[in-house]
């Protein structure tokens, strides 16, 4: 089950909440004391920094797999979301022991030096998003950046990253996606398990398993394999996109209310699901739509916990950055600090590496 710690910065006493939902989170992911050490640091002063800049926000703490879809080591992910009012000099606030209104003096450059990766979005006037994962000291590769899933025989590179928030701070989500990486072909899935809690997280879990086992399929056929997966649990609305690096082609095919839209150029395209819920009621016909893969594109799957006219993201910086920091990102602008999320929501953002970006 997709276990999240969304935890609400308001207030001073919920400080300590992130300290231990880091902690939980690198249990569960098993790392060390020392890395578990880092990820409770970095928690506390991401979580210090909303109420000091924003006046409160919310922290998602989660044990996330490998970006690239080449390992299941987990680790931990912070994500930090706040309406406040934003930077204005971005690459100041980077720098080590860097504060201005007297945090713990780690700062946001310590925090981007104890992760793996760190990415950071900030806009005057519509707040910030900093993301931070922390993993096992001999699995970390570059601290200054996303990792991708990267080959040296491949013609491309591309990351994947996501974020998911319980309906009502629930302890698991219904929904779960995951990215699975066979040779030059990546699976990206995202399932919405039908309903709340452990049972539609039990749907969602079992689909997560059954990519791992069959990401070789193609899209449709996969969905099929689902749907016998699934049999016995409440069923899951479920979109899969497989990308061909060395073709340079996408094809995607879904069952049930999962969103998908691919950026093309300046434009996004919707990439149509067919009505149905997998393990419960399968289309007879599972068409699959099919497009280039370049340098300049983005896809975005999500669930429907995410408002059907959400707006795409237009600010270009987000095209280059890590993809479960666009995730968030999205989820935080289709929404408000008073209107909360009307169910579980997962987003997952598939994307170029900035190397390959022209």
């Known amino acids: 089950m997709t276990r999240v710690w969304d935890v609400p910065v308001h207030d001073s006493t919920r400080v300590r909440d992130a300290r231990v ?6 249990a569960l992911a098993g790392l060390d004391g020392p890395r578990t050490a880092d990820a409770a640091l970095v928690a506390t002063e991401l ?43 971005v690459p100041a606030a980077l720098g080590d022991g860097f504060s201005t209104a007297g945090s713990l003096g780690a700062g946001l450059g310590t925090c981007r030096r104890l992760s793996d990766d760190f990415d950071l979005h900030s806009v005057p006037g519509r707040g910030t998003v900093a993301l931070a994962r922390i993993g ?14 990267s080959s040296p025989h491949s013609p491309a590179t591309v990351r994947a990253g996501g974020v998911n928030i319980p309906f009502r701070g629930g302890d698991c989500s219904g929904d779960a996606w995951t990215c699975v990486r066979d040779g030059d072909l990546l699976t990206l899935m995202m399932a919405d398990g039908l309903g709340h809690g452990p049972e539609a997280a ?13 990401a070789h399929l193609p899209p449709a056929e996969l969905l099929r394999r689902l749907d016998g997966a699934l049999r016995g649990t409440r069923g899951a609305a479920i979109g899969v996109a497989r990308l061909d690096l ?10 049930g209310n999962i969103g998908a839209r691919l950026r093309e150029g300046d434009s996004w395209r919707h990439l149509v699901s067919r009505p149905g819920i997998v393990g419960v009621h399968r289309p007879t016909t599972l068409p699959e739509t099919e497009a280039d893969w370049a340098a ?30 666009t995730a968030a990102v999205t989820v935080r602008d289709a929404g408000s600090s ?5 169910d579980d929501t997962a987003v997952a953002v598939l994307s170029p590496s900035p190397s390959d970006r022209p």
Do not use: C, Y
């Not at 939902?21 to 690198?26: C, I």
């Not at 969602?204 to 990519?211: F, I, K, T, W």
């Open 136 to 149: 096992h000291a001999a699995v970390s590769t570059d601290r200054h950046g996303p990792a991708d899933a």
């Open 296 to 325: 300049d594109r983005l896809l975005v799957l999500h669930s429907d916990g995410l408002p059907s006219h959400w707006t795409p993201p237009a600010d270009h910086r987000l095209l280059s950055a890590d993809p479960a920091l």
């Open 47 to 89: 979580a210090t920094n909303l109420l000091k800049h924003a006046r409160g926000g919310q922290l998602l703490v989660e044990a996330v797999a490998a970006p690239g879809g080449r390992s299941e080591a987990l680790l931990v992910q912070i994500v930090a979301v706040d309406h406040g009012p934003g930077m204005s000099d």
């Open 21 to 26: 939902a880091a902690e939980d989170a690198a």
């Open 246 to 255: 060395r073709a340079g082609r996408l094809r995607f095919a879904g069952i």
């Open 338 to 342: 008073a209107r909360p999320v009307r």
């Open 202 to 214: 039990r749907a969602s879990a079992a689909a997560v398993a059954e990519v791992r086992r069959s």
